[in-house]
């Protein structure tokens, strides 16, 4: 039995799986990551671009890069990695989808139970009243603000130095810490509290796969890695099921 062969395998026996996905699986849609080559920090210091600080200080450079960002998300669609956890889903008792990723893409393409624990680049929260709301335009002002009370709009996502909402990240650590099969997809494993998760399902006695272009920090313990790219991988993951 090759490793596609055993994950999937793996995949067919368990009726709770849980799926923490990165910026690679939204790569073949077009998206950048973060890290590696072509990554959006190659280019960009997180301190100036994704922080409260940074924000605080010069709040249209970070707008600028958000503007950017969502009108390159904008054009981009779901791949076949997305369409694979959709049919995924469907076939499994209990499933959650945990992703780092703000481009909603995963939502786009049809999948349901999500927690997308690092926010929104569609969702715009007032820095002044905490009010959030779902925005899509393209066309927005340099500085956007508040319909309800004029404060400055910031995208609601999570900068680096901040916290995650807690009870979606209670929600995800329940679903890791209570699932028989964790798929990591396209993370590189690094940033916490995300990263942790695929340990905490591994602890609980969860079998990890993980499907990346390279090894990552968790590759030495899962239970199977899957090199390749995810939009390739995922559909022959699933197709068995
Ligand atoms: P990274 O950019 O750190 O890592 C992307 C991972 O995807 C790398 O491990 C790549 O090897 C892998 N990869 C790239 N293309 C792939 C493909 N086609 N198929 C499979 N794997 C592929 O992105 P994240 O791990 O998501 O946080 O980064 C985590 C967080 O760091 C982000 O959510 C963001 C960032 O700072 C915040 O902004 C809070």
Not at 210 to 227: A, C, I, K, M, R
Request: glycine share 8%; hydrophobic share 45%.
């Amino acid at each position: 039995m090759d490793d596609l062969e055993r994950a999937q395998d793996i995949l067919a026996r368990a009726e709770r799986i849980t799926v923490l996905t990165g910026a690679g699986i939204s790569a073949e849609s077009g998206v950048p990551t973060f890290r590696g080559a072509g990554g959006l920090w190659e280019n960009h210091r997180p301190e100036e671009l994704a922080t409260p600080q940074a924000f605080a200080r010069d709040p249209e450079l970070v707008w600028r890069w958000y503007h950017w960002r969502r009108g390159l998300i904008a054009r981009c669609r779901p791949n076949p990695a997305h369409r694979a956890l959709v049919a995924l889903e469907r076939c499994t008792p209990r499933f959650t989808l945990i992703t780092q990723n703000v481009d909603g893409l995963h939502q786009a393409a049809g999948s349901r139970q999500v927690l997308p624990i690092h926010g929104s680049i569609w969702h715009l929260r007032c820095t002044a009243c905490g009010t959030v709301r779902e925005d899509r335009r393209l066309d927005l002002p340099a500085l956007p603000t508040c319909d309800d009370c004029g404060g400055l709009l910031r995208p609601d996502v999570v900068w680096f130095g901040e916290s995650l909402d807690p009870e979606l990240l209670q929600r995800a650590w329940q679903a890791a810490h209570q699932a028989e099969v964790m798929l990591v997809v396209g993370t590189s494993a690094v940033v916490q509290p995300a990263a942790g998760l695929a340990q905490v399902a591994h602890e609980a006695g969860a079998a990890v796969i993980e499907v990346n272009l390279e090894p990552t920090p968790n590759s030495g313990w899962v239970e199977v890695v899957l090199l390749g790219k995810a939009g390739e991988i995922l559909p022959r993951l699933v197709e068995a099921l």
